[in-house]
Every structure is written in structure tokens, then in C-alpha cells.
């Protein structure tokens, strides 16, 4: 989907020198399904004028195909989380949030993701993961949270991204 704007910018300033807006493009994809690619086109004007400045923006994804690659994830770093998509959960660390959230979510079904999501994935971390191949068993229970557990306070152990779901999970060693 492709979208054309026009906006109106009016140039503000004290001492009348020239003004040249420069051509800029802007990539956000926090999720390679939802990308955006904002280009904001160029005009010169002095200060006071009023210009037109053409901005274009594109969505899809960040490699321009349909569908792009799902985004990887870190596995046992599920909090916070706006979601549970690749991309809308975890800090890049791991720590007892993360824990007390695979906690509650191997006891309480009201607190457990959808069993076909990445943040289901992420928690799902017993058995460890053997890149490429992904780890876990398909449920949530306490091997889980005691992988997690241990991933948090031993640096020294190796730590899992995954980017895939089930059968198309693919599993890396996290940097």
C-alpha cells in the first residue's frame, strides 16, 4: 500500500537568512510485518515563506517482499510485553520479571500466551535449545521456569535467539 501527502511547513526564524529543507528518509520496524518507510521529499525557501514539502510513506515489509521474516526474539526474555508477536515482548535481558512471568504463566492458563506465539515460544524453554534446532516441548511447566531461572543468574551459560515458529523455528546462539 502506497500513500502520498502534502504537508505545509512554514519556515520560522529571526534574521531572514535562507532555508533549505533536505531530502530524508525514515525507516521504523519494530515488527517486519508493520514496517513503515516514511521519504520526505526537498524545498527551499527563506525564512517566514510558506513551502510544500512532498512526504510519501510505504508499508510493508522490511525486506519489500510480502510477509517478511518474523523478527527473533530472545528465549526466557518475555517481559515487558505490549504483545505477543516477535518484536512486542522482552529488554534484551533476562531477569526475575521474566521469571515470575513464565512462572505465573506455567500455573495460570489466564496468564500462559497463546500456544502459537513467539512470547509462547520464548517462555517454552525446556529442553534448551540445539541451534539450529529449537528447544522446548510444546507446554509450559516448571523445567521451564528453572531453564529461565538458571539463564538469569549464570551469565556463562549460553542464551537462545529463536526467529520461527513450530516446524519453521530456527534457533541461534544470542550475541
Known sequence: MRNRLGWVLAL????G?????ASAQLVACPDPDQ???VSVGSAE???GDVVHVEVSFEQAPSDGATGGPEAAFLVCDVVPSSGDDAGQFGNGTINNADIVAIFRAS???TARPPADTARFSAM???PPDNPPVC???GSLVNSDVV????QSLLPSLPRYDRQGLGEACVSSIHQ
Do not use: E, I, M, P
Open 107 to 109: 500455573l495460570l492458563a
Open 135 to 137: 528447544g522446548g516441548n
Open 124 to 126: 517454552d524453554s525446556a
Open 45 to 47: 525557501g527563506r525564512v
Open 147 to 150: 531453564t529461565c531461572f538458571r
Open 17 to 21: 537568512w535562507g532555508v533549505s529543507v
Open 35 to 37: 514496517c513503515v518507510k
Open 12 to 15: 520560522a526564524g529571526g534574521l
